[in-house]
């Protein structure tokens, strides 16, 4: 997994609120059995027509984003299935950031494991991001997961909070497997211990 | 010791492991496994020369991608990339030496109801699969979450999880419902009340009278849905329905064990006292039969009610309103009941089960649908038999719904089972969002009981009227 230090970078706004994984990738493309290719259908149904043509409102088609690498959204983001093919395609597309002021669980949790870091923020935070991304390409967005700040191209700075395991692992770039494996002891005794506690289990 | 929710024993009998910052390692006791979610997972395995360490308490089946129609034994049913996804479920099912339900296998069905079914699902266990309506097997007084594929790889080599403690949220459902009105009802008007962000970071445990009410088919409808409402899990204390539906399942303890068992099942309830962060009650009296009108499942009302004004929300649901009715091609002030229907779908891991095909059926038996196409999907091979068994199957088939093999279906229309653009249909599956169903589909979430009074008027109905005819 791909570290996450800090980023500097263009942030498209997507004010909807509730954009689910089905938005996000819709199903046809869950057909992979691989984690990568998914970034040209990233969002496939807002961004194409049925026959395969951009839409040009739609803002990851515009000159402006189609270098996005932070996501301005509306509430819930990454509600719905739990298809981790949606931070897939995020990040084969080039998102490693979405700033929100809530995520649904399972999609904050997928993205950690991807390397894309969700960052948390209050209403009046995400409106002034909002209107920044809306600025276009000069507006800039750095997000510095070491310091846990968010900056506007104005020189705003914004505080966020995160899990201080998760941050720790995104720093590092650390796989997860690997350190739960170093703890194989304990899940050796777990099992030990509810053989006889709970033999049917 | 201090007074426990139901949640905060069944996570403390699975703690493996617990860091000074509060992350845990929990234990997972079942682990589902589908083909959709999973292949990057095994692949993971493979790449890093791991194993499932666990095997014997990993399941899987194939369902999302399968076809449901009678002829699905033919390969040419299936597109060559739903192929090569079922092929690899087998391949590493066989490889890995999980327990399987290949398609061939009477028991395949939706995994959410195969688990439960065969005895997997036990009241106090942690339960977890890379899909999000996981949720269901909350119904047993079970901890069961949905996860992502990063995850699926870390249980199957792990047998574990590294999780936080979520916080604990009271759902009571006081009272009776009233005929005619569900488990689906309550589910969508809990949504419908709480928004599909109410229960982010809250695990539910639902209660109440009208909760003990339902039956265990019930009650995994209502947990089905936990999801979305934001929720991580849904649950519900096990009690004699609950010890009742697993007795004698295939993987359910017997003897010696299944007293064991039993002796531990029952100290699964919250303990008086014991401290909630959110409380929602609602009176069971006061639910309705209740569909949704937009691209939501918070998107829900009465069926008595009409399609709401955008500018009646506040914030960024005036814009997602007035997308949502765009899309669904309605106008605010429409009586919901004037809404035309072209296509039933009976079925999913919401509605999917015996008690669901029953309620349609009744609704069903001696008349003839009105909508272009109405299809029945039973959620396993084991409720097709049943429901053949038992008259329903010729009930739907009298009255002109196809008579389907089991699987996901159009609850996600991965398979062939598609809505057209515009195609409005009536579905007991749990998602109105945007293509769920098909490019274009416009979705309405409901009852199995209201989906059937859809199919025989030709429009959204409530079902109440036609109850009345029957008595
Ligand atoms: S029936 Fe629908 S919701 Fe349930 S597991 Fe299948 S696709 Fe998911």
Redesign the pocket.
């Given at each position: 997994m791909e570290k996450f230090t800090t980023l500097t970078g263009i942030a498209a706004p997507m004010p909807l609120v509730n954009i689910d994984t089905d938005m996000i990738i819709p199903k046809q493309f869950l057909k992979t059995i691989q984690r990568s290719g998914l970034g040209k259908n990233l969002f496939d149904e807002m961004r194409y027509t049925p026959d395969g043509q951009e839409i040009p409102d739609f803002v990851l088609n515009q000159p402006a984003y189609r270098k996005a690498q932070i996501i301005v959204a509306g509430d819930n983001f990454g509600c719905g299935s739990s298809r981790e093919h949606a931070p897939w395609a995020l990040l084969d597309f080039g998102i490693r950031c979405v700033i929100s002021t809530s995520f649904a669980d399972i999609f904050y949790n997928n993205c950690f494991k991807n390397g894309i870091l969700p960052v948390v923020l209050p209403p009046e935070a995400v409106a002034h991001l909002m209107d920044d991304a809306k600025k276009g390409e000069n507006a800039r967005i750095t997000v510095d997961l070491e310091d846990q700040t968010v900056t506007a191209s104005d020189g705003k700075t914004f505080a966020f909070e995160i899990d201080a395991f998760k941050k720790h692992c995104l720093l590092n770039g650390l796989d997860d497997i690997g350190l739960t494996l170093e703890k194989a002891s304990a899940i050796d005794a777990y099992e030990a211990r509810t053989a006889t506690l709970r033999p049917w289990a | 010791m201090a007074p426990r929710t139901l949640y905060d024993k069944i996570w403390d009998d699975h703690v493996v492991h617990q860091a000074e910052d509060g992350t845990c390692l929990l234990y997972i006791d079942r682990h589902l496994v589908h083909e959709v979610t999973s292949p990057q997972a095994f692949e993971g395995l493979r790449m890093t020369g791991r194993k499932v360490r666990a095997p014997e308490k990993t399941i899987a089946v194939p369902?999302?991608n399968v076809p449901t129609t009678l002829d699905r034994a033919n390969a040419a049913t299936m597109t060559e990339d739903s192929r090569i996804q079922v092929a690899a479920l087998d391949k590493n099912a066989k490889d890995f030496g999980i327990n399987y339900y290949p398609v061939s296998d009477v028991r395949q069905g939706?995994?959410?109801i195969v688990g439960p079914e065969q005895g997997w699902t036990l009241p106090g266990m942690t339960v977890v699969c890379g899909?999000s309506?996981t949720a269901t097997h909350g119904a047993f007084g079970a901890l069961a979450h949905g996860i992502g594929t990063s995850e699926v790889e870390h249980v199957l080599a792990t047998q574990t999880l590294i999780q936080r403690k979520g916080k604990n949220m009271k759902v009571e459902i006081t009272g009776s419902l009233r005929p005619g009105v569900t488990a689906k009802d309550i589910t969508l008007s809990v949504i419908g009340a709480t928004g599909t962000a109410g229960g982010t970071g809250y695990v539910i445990e639902y209660c109440g009278q009208a909760i003990r009410e339902l039956s265990m088919e019930g009650r995994m409808t209502v947990c089905n849905m936990a999801i979305e409402g934001g929720a991580r899990a849904g649950l519900i204390a096990p009690d004699e329905k609950t010890f009742a539906y697993c007795m004698g399942r295939p993987h359910a303890p017997k003897g010696a064990k299944w007293e064991a068992a039993l002796a531990y099942w029952k100290t699964l309830y919250t303990d008086e006292g014991a401290h909630f962060d959110k409380v929602v009650t609602i009176r069971g009296e006061d639910i309705a039969p209740v569909v949704t009108w937009g691209t939501s499942p918070e998107d829900v009302l009465p069926i008595t009610d009409v399609v709401p004004a955008p500018e009646s929300f506040s914030g960024g649901k005036v814009d997602a309103a007035k997308r949502s009715l765009d899309y669904m091609g309605l106008q605010p002030g429409q009586k919901l009941t004037d809404i035309a229907i072209d296509t039933v779908f009976i079925g999913?891991?919401t509605n999917g089960r015996i008690e669901d095909l029953r309620a349609a059926a009744a609704i069903l038996k001696g008349k003839k649908i009105k909508v272009k196409r109405a299809m029945v999907v039973p959620g396993s091979g084991l409720v097709r038999a049943q429901a053949e068994e038992e008259g329903l199957a010729q009930i739907f088939i009298d009255a002109g719904f196809e008579w389907r093999l089991a699987g996901?279906s159009m609850?996600?229309a991965m398979n062939p089972d598609q809505l057209s653009p515009g195609e409005r249909c009536a579905a007991t599956?749990?998602r109105n969002f945007e293509g769920r169903q098909g490019r274009g589909g416009r979705t309405h979430l409901m009852s199995p009981a209201m989906a059937a009074a859809a199919a025989i008027t030709g429009h959204l109905t409530d079902v109440r009227e036609l109850m009345g005819e029957m008595v």
């Open positions: - | 369902d999302h939706i995994v959410h899909d309506h999913s891991c996901c609850c996600l599956s749990n």
